[in-house]
């Protein structure tokens, strides 16, 4: 499975970003190749550039006076109306505390089945407590999110994998006064 994740944060190393790579090892571990594309890089592709050859598209954005970024938002307006079509769709939110994301993967869920996207159950939202710095300095993730990032991964598979799978034919008419 190839997997984009995109981090809305107009501060590329941002909490977002973090969250989405956590996601993205998750993705790694189940064998997926993962991209990250952070809209704050000047350098990089516009979305609409990007090809649609992705089978899991993540949206992670950190909160914005209680909605998704302004950065993310312009460039999700700039993508075709079925962008997302047939594509397993994650959404990750990082606020300043832990109840703080939940309205923003409510926006961006919506947002994400306009486009054509099947959105995973599982979403997550964090904050910095989640990032509390570990015994030698570096970030220790909270043990919950990792599992929510395990969580979120599996579905993502899942999902890609059966939009992949033909659809079954439809059953044959029953002859006349079958039941």
Do not use: N
């Not at 984009?4 to 993205?24: D, H, K, M």
């Amino acid at each position: 499975m190839h997997a984009l994740l995109i981090s809305g944060s107009p501060r590329a190393g941002s909490g977002t970003s973090a969250l989405a790579a956590l996601v993205g090892d998750a993705l790694l571990a189940r064998g997926a190749t993962v991209t990250l594309l952070e809209l704050a890089e000047p350098s990089g592709p516009r979305l609409r550039d990007v090809p649609r050859s992705y089978e899991a598209v993540v949206l992670a954005s950190p909160v914005h006076h209680g909605s998704y970024s302004g950065l993310l938002k312009l460039a999700l307006d700039e993508v075709p109306g079925d962008w997302l079509a047939d594509t397993a769709v994650g959404l990750l939110a990082h606020g300043s505390g832990p109840r703080t994301g939940s309205v923003v993967c409510e926006h961006l869920r919506t947002v994400a089945r306009a486009l054509g996207g099947w959105v995973a159950p599982t979403q997550i939202a964090a904050c910095p407590a989640d990032f509390a710095p570990g015994p030698h300095g570096a970030p220790a993730q909270d043990a919950s999110l990792l599992r929510r990032c395990e969580t979120l991964a599996a579905e993502l598979h899942r999902c890609a994998r059966m939009l992949r799978t033909p659809a079954p034919l439809p059953m044959a008419a029953a002859a006349p006064g079958a039941v």
